[in-house]
């Protein structure tokens, strides 16, 4: 296991990723709240993810 860092990295402002950044969260909310998403990751859930939880 690793060991947790113990000094943080240095902060440094990049518009390049806030901007990429903001643009991912403004299609993920789409996505969240998108009926047809929600019915598609429900059916992955129960088809690949509670065989995970079975089989531990």
Same mark, same amino acid.
């Given at each position: 296991?690793?060991?947790? &860092?113990? +000094?943080? !990295?240095?902060?440094?402002?990049?518009?390049? #990723?806030?901007?990429?950044? &903001?643009?991912? %969260?403004? @299609? %993920? !909310? !789409?996505?969240?709240?998108?009926?047809? %998403? +929600? /019915? !598609?990751? #429900? +059916? /992955? @859930?129960?088809? %690949?993810? &509670?065989? #995970?939880?079975?089989?531990?």
């Amino acid at each position: 296991m690793n060991e947790a &860092r113990k +000094q943080l !990295l240095p902060w440094s402002e990049d518009n390049e #990723k806030a901007e990429s950044a &903001r643009i991912f %969260y403004g @299609v %993920y !909310l !789409l996505a969240r709240n998108d009926e047809e %998403y +929600q /019915h !598609l990751k #429900k +059916q /992955h @859930v129960e088809k %690949y993810e &509670r065989k #995970k939880v079975d089989n531990t």
